[in-house]
């Protein structure tokens, strides 16, 4: 989003983020980088990974199947 500074882009393969660039906002740094490294099969999220209509964070710990 150019007019609020920030920009988010995510590479996936067999339904896992394996690389995220985020710039702009740190706040799911954390939680993105936790998808990563556990492969997590994120397929039925779609846009709203980007879009901020997922909680990360409860995505990361397992809290949302």
Do not use: C, N, T
Request: hydrophobic letters at 45%; glycine letters at 12%.
């Amino acid at each position: 989003d150019q007019a609020s500074g920030i920009y988010k882009r995510l590479a996936l393969h067999d339904s896992a983020i394996v690389g995220a660039i985020l710039m702009g906002e740190v706040e799911d740094v954390r939680w993105m980088q936790a998808l990563i490294d556990d492969k997590r099969d994120v397929s039925g999220f779609g846009s709203r990974l980007l879009e901020g209509g997922v909680d990360l964070k409860a995505l990361a710990q397992g809290k949302i199947p």
